[in-house]
């Protein structure tokens, strides 16, 4: 092994999303000397980018002052809201919470919005690298973070260099901001190392499934965003769905639900397409085609999860923090929050020491609390949650209680005296047929001659304790079909197809024994998400 | 010894393409854009007769507008020494570029040009043999293998019944198949080499080339979809089934 070459920076981010953006686009407004990078795992900008996504436009007033003028490429005035509480094939229109009053919102794909960004900082001359994946953290002889290591390519399956071999090199900087998104495999390793999380309680998560459709003409009614509750989820699991209503015959539907959910056998995406067979949806749908699908996941746990946000070296900033909006069902506005307030203190300071209690000052974290008791309210069940929630915003968040999160991967229950929802699901006819087929939408793509990116730390308990206790989740919870149990000549073992992932870290967080770790893979790898 | 490289921005492998509803063309609308595949490549082999010093300088030509050098760019951080955009709004059709490509290499008088097979849009196959016509020099296409010998080069093409070795005098014209080579992946630093390296823009109607369309396109339309099938029971219904579409 030769030494690798290094490239030196001021700030290096990690990721290329609305808080990596935000941070380095505010980083050399102020300071345009600074030499700063963001490094992206994707094979372009955007391309790893899932949302829904209605965001409030403040926080881009304040970073892009003329943004209005030269918008993002798709950006749609919210027109109406509408709430509906199905049952399988009824409906009922619920209030619209204050929480979920869009009007001065817009409709975006968060994923152009983000390519967008990206030319806006490439103007200041940040440098972006597309394509290429930090794969492990860089310390200093002090311990401290002292910028990443970009993963090694060309490593064959067997982890032997290739012909095509390429050492990654090392970006050093004194500032590392980590903007990963949801459950940031560094992210991941750095709250683990400097134990950010102990004062707080463990994160929680739900996993969002979404499809960008291209529906029959005068279908599509552009800035009608809808949202829906019930069918065809049991009272005891969290979430819902979002149509957003584009411009050129354009709707983008989704689905989320949390991933504290009870029942093993549960199978998310059967849940999104079951939604999708709603008369409401059905007719919105039907005759139309899918231009892209795929699913990430979503940090639910808001303020009471939230973790110490700076260690030496490095912040972390977004939802790699967790700081999004569960009520608003938004987290654009903070996370760009996130990184104008970051790139403002390293401005200010040339440091990171002080930048968590700056951000618990902050518009993001008081924001974060008003609405902290309404996600766990609902542990009880869907009314409970729902009167609680209201009661919560009455009072804008004024009552001194505060509900504790639990943590997903201890809320399934084992099958042994569990009796799972009777849930009446149906056949169904809109595509995709299954998640093979809707992988197909996300042109996700890894060189299959690679090391597997979903590592199984300890295999045995697939095949043996798993199989009893839950039936193997993670046949059921991927939404790319990734987990397979086959018969081999060894008897009944897991199969990973790791190149349909879609990077959504669903296996990472809902294994119930946490043997699953979800490292990057090659630079490049992954969904190659459209206007998504 | 030169090397002139084409190569062309096209919709990205990965990308499944979508013909927009009125037929006039695909949907390109948020669409991920690379280099060409065969033109990486070539490329690649470019580089690698550089390295083996049988070559000074390597050249990426493309033509289109100025969104397409960032395909050049990418060349460049590949390695090649240096760029050229013939600069046109208009999608040239294989002869206009073939014409285009010609005054490039009176230009520049390189020793060898080398091209993908193909572009993966058109899939039109024509640029590189009409070129070596034009140009009056010998071509190999569909090349998986390349030896340069001084003024000649030995190469193994792709053919229906297999593999077959020819020789040409250089300079010539060689088109590269898939198996030619693997392209390397792009080392960052080299990312930051390529935005200084210099990239030339030359505007179409200085070459004195006119833009032809000798070829008209009517309309574009996706494969029709596939019938929903049935489940038989056993071979008899299958049969029975095949007879009442007439099948057998």
Not at chain 1, 118 to 144: C, H, K, M, W
Request: glycine content about 8%; charged content about 25%.
């Amino acid at each position: 092994m030769t030494e690798r070459e290094i490239m030196e920076y001021d700030v290096i981010i990690v990721g290329a999303g609305p808080a990596g953006l935000s941070c380095a686009i505010r980083l050399k407004q102020k300071k345009p000397d600074l030499m700063v990078a963001v490094i992206e795992k994707s094979s372009e900008i955007g391309a790893h980018i899932l949302s829904g996504a209605v965001i409030e436009p403040e926080p881009l007033d304040e970073l892009l002052p003329g943004w209005r003028d030269n918008p993002p490429p798709i950006c749609i005035p919210v027109e109406r809201d509408e709430i509906w509480l199905l049952s399988q094939k009824g409906r009922r229109r619920l209030p619209t919470p204050p929480q979920q009053k869009n009007h001065g919102n817009y409709i975006v794909s968060l994923g152009a919005m983000c390519s967008w960004m990206a030319n806006q900082a490439e103007a200041l001359e940040v440098d972006i690298f597309p394509g290429y994946a930090a794969a492990d953290i860089r310390f200093t002889e002090d311990g401290s973070v002292g910028g990443v290591i970009i993963g090694d390519m060309g490593v064959g399956r067997d982890g032997q260099p290739r012909d095509t071999y390429m050492q990654g090199i090392e970006i050093h900087a004194p500032v590392t901001i980590l903007s990963e998104g949801v459950r940031g495999h560094l992210s991941k390793r750095l709250i683990k190392k400097f134990e950010l999380d102990k004062d707080s309680d463990p994160q929680t998560y739900g996993i969002g499934m979404k499809e960008l459709w291209r529906v029959q003409p005068g279908k599509s009614k552009p800035g009608l965003v809808q949202h829906t509750a019930g069918w065809p989820l049991d009272s005891h699991t969290y979430g819902g769905s979002f149509i957003y209503h584009l411009d050129k015959d354009r709707i983008a539907i989704g689905f989320v639900c949390g991933l504290d959910y009870q029942d093993p056998e549960f199978m998310p995406f059967e849940a999104f397409q079951q939604m999708k067979n709603h008369p409401m949806v059905h007719e919105m749908l039907e005759g139309g085609e899918i231009l892209s699908s795929g699913a990430r996941a979503i940090a639910e746990g808001g303020y009471q999860s939230l973790p110490r946000t700076e260690m030496p070296g490095a912040l972390i900033i977004g939802d790699s923090a967790g700081t999004l909006n569960v009520p608003k069902i938004k987290g654009t506005h903070q996370a760009m929050r996130c990184g104008i307030l970051a790139a403002d203190h390293i401005a200010e300071t040339s440091a990171v020491a002080g930048f968590d209690r700056k951000l618990r000052d902050s518009e993001v974290v008081r924001e974060l609390y008003k609405v902290r008791n309404i996600r766990p309210a609902f542990y009880k069940g869907f009314w409970r949650g729902f009167i609680r929630a209201a009661i919560e915003t009455v009072t804008a968040g004024k009552l001194p209680s505060t509900l504790s999160v639990h943590a997903d991967d201890g809320a399934l229950r084992k099958l042994e005296g569990y009796t799972p929802p009777d849930r009446k699901w149906v056949d169904r006819d809109l595509p995709p047929r299954d998640r093979l087929a809707s992988v197909y939408f996300a042109a996700t793509a890894h060189d299959e001659d690679q090391p597997v990116h979903l590592q199984i730390l300890e295999p045995d308990i697939c095949s043996t304790r798993c199989v009893e206790e839950y039936n193997n989740p993670c046949t059921r919870f991927c939404p790319a079909q990734v987990y397979e149990m086959v018969d081999s000549a060894e008897g009944r073992q897991l199969q990973i197809n790791s190149a349909n992932c879609v990077h959504c870290k669903t296996c990472d967080i809902k294994d119930p024994y946490q043997i699953i770790n979800w490292v990057t893979p090659e630079g490049g790898s992954g969904p190659n998400y459209q206007n998504m | 010894m030169k090397i002139l490289v084409g190569i062309k921005r096209v919709v990205d492998y990965n990308v499944r393409v979508r013909v927009l509803n009125d037929g006039s063309g695909v949907d390109t609308d948020g669409v991920k854009m690379s280099v060409n595949p065969f033109d990486e490549i070539a490329l690649e082999e470019a580089l690698r007769i550089r390295e083996a010093g049988n070559a000074e300088e390597v050249i990426v030509v493309s033509a289109g507008g100025d969104e397409c050098q960032q395909q050049l760019r990418t060349g460049l951080a590949m390695g090649a020494d240096r760029a050229i955009q013939i600069q046109t709004s208009e999608a040239l059709q294989p002869l206009s570029l073939a014409r285009a490509l010609l005054k490039v290499i009176e230009r520049e008088d390189p020793g060898l040009v080398i091209l993908g097979k193909q572009a993966i849009d058109d899939d039109n196959s024509q640029t590189g043999q009409m070129l070596a016509a034009l140009w009056d020099r010998p071509q190999a296409t569909f090349a998986s293998k390349m030896v340069l010998n001084g003024n000649s080069a030995t190469v193994t093409r792709e053919v229906d019944a297999g593999l077959e070795t020819i020789e040409v005098d250089l300079p010539a014209v060689v088109t590269v198949d898939l198996r030619m080579n693997e392209p390397r992946f792009v080392k960052l630093p080299d990312i930051m080499k390529a935005k200084r390296k210099p990239l030339d823009v030359i505007p179409l109607a200085e070459l004195g080339v006119a833009v032809e369309g000798n070829l008209n396109v009517h309309h574009f339309a996706p494969p029709p979809q596939r019938a929903k099938g049935i489940m038989v029971e056993d071979t008899a219904q299958l049969v029975q089934e095949l007879k009442n579409r007439g099948l057998i």
